[in-house]
């Protein structure tokens, strides 16, 4: 059953991976834009973000299952009390956000293009 759910590479190195992108097009791109408020604004969405993903986990240390992705036989329940009354995936939720702040933190078109590539791949 879990064969199908398999993940391939974990989420937090997804993030990683897409951050670096983002940075290393911004840095050899033209495509800077001038954001008024940038830095206030990527700090939003970087606290917010890390509160999401940080109220995730803690609401599953809370419900003793595991917090890893790569291994959902270790499940032992299901959550829907905490922030997942509100959102069913808030450590992607979380994890979206912080890469909204870097685009934004970088200001660079290409930057925002390849955020939208990893929105839509679904992770």
């Keep these: 059953m879990f064969n199908a759910l398999e993940l391939k590479v974990p989420p937090l190195a997804l993030i ?23 830095s206030a604004f990527a700090r939003i969405f970087y606290i917010g973000g890390s509160v999401i993903v940080l109220a995730g986990i803690l609401t599953f240390r809370r419900m003793k299952t595991t917090v890893n992705p790569l291994t959902p036989e270790a499940t032992t329940t299901m959550v829907t009390s905490g922030i ?13 956000l912080i890469l909204v702040g870097w685009a934004i933190d ?9 955020y939208s590539c990893r929105s839509l791949s679904g992770t």
């Design 16 to 38: 990683f991976l897409f951050g670096a992108l983002m940075w290393l097009v911004s840095a050899y791109s033209v495509f800077t834009i001038a954001l008024p408020w940038r």
């Design 106 to 114: 970088l200001s660079n078109l290409l930057s925002f293009v390849l």
């Design 84 to 96: 997942y009354r509100f959102t069913r995936n808030p450590m992607y939720l979380g994890f979206l």
